[in-house]
């Protein structure tokens, strides 16, 4: 049996921690998460103060993109984009121009400085995140280039490729006129204007630099009497030439008389057979009568007498402009041509007719120096029918001119620009027509007949400028078809190659 002293153990009490305890623990985490905060929003505020100012967003400076950027980053972009080169093209020529060489400046600072709000941005947008609320914004650059430096640059371009103006040569055998490569002079007032906008530009860094107008020399009247001249010789041609030439863009003329290669005077104007040439007058007195209220019979008169040269039709328009009557036609048509002038030309009797002419004196036929045999119904001259013609032209042009000069609201523009649409359907494939390339319009009436002069009375359009051409080759005895109207068609050549000179390759 075990025996021994017995204890009486008695039980622990539980620990139990008092409020107080809880309050300071709680008190102590809430200042250490106090503190962290701090510290992580001054660290966070002390990254955003050193934040170097940008641009605001959507910003642009004469079309360059800046927004966002530091000032220094924007400099840098300005300088590069504006800095960089421009290309000029002077004719076939490539110009590289540094904008140093112009002594090209930008003013950053007053150029940034036009930027609103270019400032830091918002530091408690920065620390939630918010994206800034900036419009879009635009400003132009600030610079300057020196002008006498930009001019003195132009004139070394201009020394370096301008060229002397062309020089025109005539060849009397191929009956052409050939012109060297237009001459070129810079023009140094639009260039220095160009090259400006385009240094300050941040998209168009080229310039197409211009040359003055005026450049080329075109080829004078007298250049063309020579070649003509030097043409008869070669051909060895004995007869008159009798040449009228106007053009239509400045009124210079050219009038000439050419018999066996010596010269004869022009005043007064050498006498020919009228012929199917005088039909353009008759047509001309028909629209200064019919005031637009013409039956379409009548009209049909004159269509035929122009395009289908019909003397019968013709005939019928004589009386008709003489109320049915061919001698009061012819009176009246007589005294329209002596009112405008045509001092060489008269109608003394119908087309075919067998009556006794009524024959006019005129200072053309009373030569004694030369004579072409003329009809005696019907004569005319160069000059005569080449300043109807121009009269025409100008009418339809609605310009000052003879026919609405000596008849006043007699013509209109339509009525003479509808002579032209006639004369341009007489399609004949000979003679003017013959001299010029296909296309070219030819505004004319013709005249021949055996043994007779050969004549056409022309307006040409070209795109080197539009003229007024008369012209008759006359051989005594016999004026043969074959090669005198090849002769014909050369000289319109020469006529159309001056206005229109081939250019010579370099």
Known sequence: MLTGNIYSLKPRKSFRPGRSSVARVSFALAAICALGAILVMATSLASVLQFPKRLPPNTTISGVPVGGLTISAAQERLTAQF????YLTYGQEQITLSPEIVDFKLDLAETIGQVPDSLAPNVWNTLLGRPENNPPTTARLI?????????????NVASRYDTAPGVAAADATAMVTVINAPGRTLNIAPAVRSITSALLSSTNRSVQLQS???TTLHPRLTLLEAQIRKYMELQQYTGLLSFFLIDLQNNQRLHFN??????????PDIAFSGMSI???PIMAEFYRQSNDDALPYELDLVVKSITQSSNWTTNLLIA???DQNTANGLYTLNGSLEKLGMKGTFIGGAYDSTDAPGFRYTPSNKRTDISTSPDAYMQTTPSDMGRLLEAIYQCSE???NLLTDTFPAQYSKLECTTMIDLLAKNQIAVLVQAGVPEGVRVAHKHAWADGEPIGDAAIVFTPGGNYVLVYYLWVPGNTYWDENSRRMADISRAVYYHFNPLLQNP
Request: no cysteine.
């Open 83 to 86: 800095f960089s080169p421009l």
């Open 143 to 155: 610079a300057s280039v020196s002008a006498e430096k930009l001019t003195a640059f132009l004139n």
């Open 212 to 214: 003055q107008s005026g």
């Open 258 to 267: 050419t018999l066996n290669g010596s010269p004869l005077p022009t005043d």
């Open 278 to 280: 005088l039909k353009i």
């Open 320 to 322: 008709w402009i003489g």
């Open 398 to 400: 609605d310009k000052p």
